[in-house]
């Protein structure tokens, strides 16, 4: 099992640019999310998925989209990037909707100049 | 509103010198709590969930125990190869995790 993937590892964007966060997972979960994590702040939820076709938001959803067509894939478009979305992006995957333990993807690290 | 809050952001140990990771949380209806281990540049590893107050698991030197307020992350006789930020995290079952902001801990040897 290759686990939570995710890409690009490292991105680098001007303001008002537009990308798609990839993330897959090969381990059947039903649950996927995303986060960013930012100094001093710990891991903001952004959106997540309880199965495919159901997305909802979750701390820090604006400018951020996701759908979920498949089980494996749960992409996150940034619509127009903008400075304040420079972060670090992780994807996780849970076996089942809530209180089960969290699986991460390495993570992105996107910079918006 | 659900909070976590972890103490201290820092801690630098010696070789061998036990300490403990402190996690307090605010959840309403608490349905898991959550230890995870993060190194530079990569994503969190799992560690430990725990379920309700008066559990404990373990996990080499690695011992972790839930109270009805706080939960702890005990390291006892630690390497340097122990050295990461541990966050903790709690869910009450409505589909969100809430993470505290982690300890660094760095140990030297």
């Known amino acids: 099992n290759a686990g939570v993937t995710q890409t690009p590892k490292f991105q680098v964007l001007k303001t008002g640019q537009s990308m798609t966060l990839q993330c897959a997972q090969d381990?059947?979960?039903?649950?996927m999310s995303w986060y960013r994590q930012d100094p001093g702040m710990g891991l903001r939820l952004i959106h997540y998925s309880v199965g495919a076709g159901i997305t909802d938001q979750g701390e820090v959803p604006n400018g951020y989209n996701v759908s979920r067509s498949t089980t494996e894939d749960f992409p996150l478009r940034l619509l127009s990037a903008a400075p304040s979305q420079t972060s670090v992006y992780f994807c996780a995957s849970s076996r089942q909707v809530s209180s089960y333990e969290q699986y991460f993807g390495p993570g992105t690290r996107l910079t918006v100049t | 509103e659900d909070q976590v809050t972890q103490s201290p952001e820092a801690l630098r140990l010696q070789e061998g010198e036990s300490s403990s990771l402190n996690c307090s949380y605010t959840?309403?209806?608490?349905?898991?709590l959550f230890w995870y281990r993060q190194d530079p540049g990569k994503g969190p590893e799992f560690l430990f969930t725990l379920y309700s107050a008066g559990e404990e698991k373990e996990k080499e030197r690695l011992k972790a125990t839930l109270t009805k307020k706080e939960s702890f992350l005990h390291i006892t006789a630690p390497k340097p190869e122990d050295s990461a930020t541990y966050l903790c995290?709690?869910?009450?079952?409505?589909?969100?995790?809430?993470f505290g902001t982690g300890t660094r801990l760095k140990v030297l040897a």
């Open positions: 995290a709690a869910t009450s079952g409505t589909y969100k995790y809430i």
């Open positions: 381990m059947n979960h039903e649950y």
């Open positions: 959840v309403s209806g608490l349905r898991g």
